[in-house]
């Protein structure tokens, strides 16, 4: 059974920094496609960024571009989201995924985490 756990979330100032993880077991990472996803209150869920399972191919939505990276340690079999320079408007619930392909749309990735709660202060 494919479990993923995210962690490192918590309270940021804006401008500062935070780096959440996904570890994974029952899924070897490098052969998948792993995304980062976030639903603010009275939001829908919205895409953040994904990597593909060589980690030569990464995607990123607009909001995010520049300030976030996602990247991966296949050894922990873990993914990693560095978030930069975040902003009160980045504040959400992350959530990581994995699926066969990189993809924008939630729908493409079959296993999630429970999420992590992310909040930047003004």
């Known amino acids: 059974q494919v479990q993923l756990v995210e962690s490192g979330g918590g309270l940021v100032q804006a401008g500062g920094s935070l780096r959440l993880s996904c570890a994974a077991s029952?899924?070897?990472?490098?052969?998948?496609?792993m995304g980062w996803f976030r639903q603010a209150p009275g939001k829908e869920r919205e895409f953040v960024a994904a990597i593909s399972g060589s980690g030569g191919h990464t995607v990123y939505a607009d909001s995010v571009k520049g300030r976030f990276t996602i990247d991966r340690a296949y050894a922990k079999n873990t993914v990693f989201l560095q978030m930069n320079s975040p902003k009160p408007e980045d504040t959400a619930v992350y959530y990581c995924?994995?699926?066969?392909?990189?993809?924008?749309?939630?729908?493409?990735?079959?296993?999630w985490g429970q999420g992590t709660q992310v909040t930047v202060s003004s």
């Open positions: 029952g899924r070897a990472l490098s052969y998948y496609a």
């Open positions: 995924a994995t699926g066969t392909s990189v993809a924008y749309s939630s729908d493409a990735y079959d296993y």
